[in-house]
């Protein structure tokens, strides 16, 4: 298949994949007990209040026609008005957004910086105890559920020893939040740990696998240092499958993010979903999901094109 | 396998005593996995403990006891008690049996559906075939943490309920793993053979295509009550926990959350070390299974 043919057929599916998350989205707003208006009107309105709001915001009409406007609006950038805070659910998110993104960003650098060369080192040693014990760890830190990793970190390094603040940067602005760096850590490492166990033991496979192929016999044969064979040839080729991973990863690093905005009071998206569960918020609630789900369609779908770009092999179909 | 059938052969018979044998290698295979085997020490030491264990160590776990509140492990209470009154042990005991109860039943539940949507779509291919897996791509793309706690915002499930939501929640990987499966499977000859004598095509699925596919399966569950224990570990600290009296191990350690900033330290770290020692045993169960079947899973 031609590079061309596949990226648009790559974007097509991506696209479809959108369009159900709506549908998924749609159905869960009508799903809710009492409806939208129930929602809006709150508990206490009348059956005649309901049926009025209903018919004025067109509530009454066929599903398919009410999703359609949905659907209008989306493309609009409309995603509602949020219940409780009274502002457009688009503004609260662009507003909240980026410092999620921040999180997750250096949360992500700082995973990969860590779990790729260990991941190597693992697959040097093999089966030897330093290997083990890396490994263990890695199935220990993915085991541990976000926030009790969290917690102890705080009673640790904030209570204990007073090392770094228990609460994330405040500020409103990204330039703000990096004025408090230090308070910045424990978020991070919070939401880095799983991804080190993870990638750690993916660049460890990978590595393993390109260690035992052909051409690092040949280049040893020719007289290659070890050194040489693992960095020129062997890291680039294992990092392939790694950034595939990466992409996948995306819905992941939000779920973390979710969790660790929570536990350090963080004014990020993550926040923003967990106040708005608290009270209902239907409309941020969904908006926030639909943004999700397209950042995850369009991290996977990057993914998929720069391994197709990076990796000849993919291309003629091998992989 | 000839393409050939005999009056009177079953198809699909070969291959079971193929299977019994590949199952003793299999077996010898995950002994040698020195932390597979560790893994399956720790789920029976959890389950004796859980199940077994109150027998032996009796506490009362539904009344308030107002005069042992927040007290220090001791000779009386060996991990001491909670904000209630309750003795930490016998909860770590009684919150057990419900996170192990829930997760696999739950990760069971999630294996199930993924495996008949992945065996269906991969066994119809064509347009359908797509379709339900732009499906497991939209479920992927929405973080399940974030699906549950709308879900908290709308309603408090039962104990039935919650695996339901769970499995509901967390069945796109093993779908994507069969689906995989059952593209190499379907075009072997016993398949088409059947489909030759005419044979249906939930039969060609039931009879051939899920009994191959066992050993994917049964690795893709073992990850997936892995994973499944450690979500139910949040859905308290999600708001969607088991109703007081009754307990999990995240319900535990959410109740002690606040407690723990006032050196209550024995309130969370007995049920954050079973959590992890529980997750990590059955993660390392599953990479014993993988390794002893020779499949495909994740890494």
């Not at chain 2, 009386?76 to 049996?97: F, P």
């Not at chain 2, 066994?123 to 499906?135: E, L």
Request: aromatic share 10%; with cysteine.
């Amino acid at each position: 298949m031609s590079t061309s043919k596949y990226l648009l057929r790559r974007v097509l599916q991506a696209v479809v994949v959108i369009v159900i998350v709506t549908i998924v989205v749609f159905g869960l707003l009508h799903a809710l007990p009492g409806g939208p208006a129930r929602g809006i009107l709150g508990p206490q309105a009348t059956a005649q209040q309901i049926t009025a709001f209903n018919h004025e915001q067109g509530l009454d009409k066929p599903l398919p026609v009410q999703y359609f406007y949905y659907l209008n609006q989306l493309l609009h950038g409309d995603l509602g008005t949020s219940y409780t805070l009274n502002e457009p659910v688009s503004q609260l998110i662009t507003e909240r957004l980026p410092k999620t993104l921040l999180l997750t960003v250096l949360s992500a650098v700082v995973g990969l910086v860590l779990a790729i060369p260990l991941g190597m080192w693992q697959a040097m040693r093999r089966n030897k105890p330093a290997d083990y014990i890396i490994t263990t760890l890695s199935f220990i830190a993915y085991s541990t559920p976000v926030y009790f990793l969290g917690l102890v970190l705080v009673l640790v390094f904030s209570q204990a020893l007073s090392w770094f603040p228990s609460q994330a940067p405040q500020g409103d602005t990204l330039a703000q939040v990096f004025s408090e760096p230090q308070a910045l850590v424990l978020p991070v490492v919070a939401g880095a740990a799983s991804m080190i166990a993870v990638f750690s033991r993916y660049m460890r496979a990978a590595t393993l696998e390109n260690l035992s192929e052909d051409y690092v016999r040949t280049a040893r044969a020719g007289g290659s240092r070890s050194r040489a064979i693992l960095w020129r040839h062997v890291f680039r080729n294992s990092l392939t499958p790694v950034v595939a991973m990466l992409g996948y990863y995306v819905p992941v690093l939000f779920g973390g993010a979710l969790v660790v905005e929570q536990l350090f009071n963080y004014p990020g998206m993550g926040l923003l979903f967990w106040t708005a569960a608290q009270s209902s918020d239907y409309p941020v609630l969904l908006g926030c999901v639909l943004v999700i789900a397209i950042a995850t369609v369009t991290g996977t779908l990057l993914a998929d094109i720069v391994q197709r770009v990076i990796d000849p092999r993919v291309k003629a179909g091998r992989a | 396998m000839s393409a050939v059938i005999q009056p009177g052969q079953v198809p699909g018979k070969a291959t079971a005593t193929v299977t019994a044998s590949g199952a003793r290698l299999a077996a010898r295979r995950f002994r040698r996995n020195r932390l597979a085997v560790v893994g399956l020490g720790v789920v029976a030491f959890f389950f004796l403990f859980c199940f077994v264990g109150p027998l032996v160590y009796s506490t009362d776990q539904t009344h308030t006891l107002l005069q042992q509140v927040n007290l220090a492990p001791s000779g009386s209470h060996w991990l001491g008690t909670d904000a209630v009154g309750h003795d930490v042990l016998g909860r770590l005991m009684y919150g057990g049996k419900v996170s192990l109860i829930v997760g696999l039943a739950a990760g069971v539940l999630a294996t199930v559906i993924g495996t008949l949507w992945g065996a269906v779509a991969g066994y119809a291919g064509g347009w359908i075939d797509a379709v339900m897996m732009r499906v497991v791509d939209a479920g992927i793309a929405i973080p399940a943490l974030f699906i549950l706690l709308v879900v908290s915002a709308i309603t408090t499930p039962d104990l039935t309920g919650l695996i339901v939501i769970l499995g509901f929640v967390s069945w796109l990987v093993p779908s994507r793993l069969i689906r995989a499966e059952t593209l190499s499977l379907k075009n072997r000859d016993y398949v088409l053979t059947l489909r030759a004598i005419g044979g249906t095509h939930a039969r060609a699925i039931i009879r051939h295509i899920l009994p191959n596919s066992v050993s994917t399966i049964i690795v893709a569950a073992t990850f997936q009550i892995a994973d499944a224990i450690l979500l139910v570990a949040y859905v308290s600290y999600l708001g969607l926990g088991v109703q007081p009296p009754s307990t999990d191990w995240g319900g535990m350690l959410s109740a002690g959350l606040t407690a723990a900033y006032s050196g209550y330290w024995w309130l969370i770290i007995p049920p954050g070390l079973a959590i992890i020692l529980v997750v990590w045993a059955f993660n390392a169960i599953g990479d014993g299974l993988r390794d002893a079947f020779d499949v495909r899973g994740r890494g």
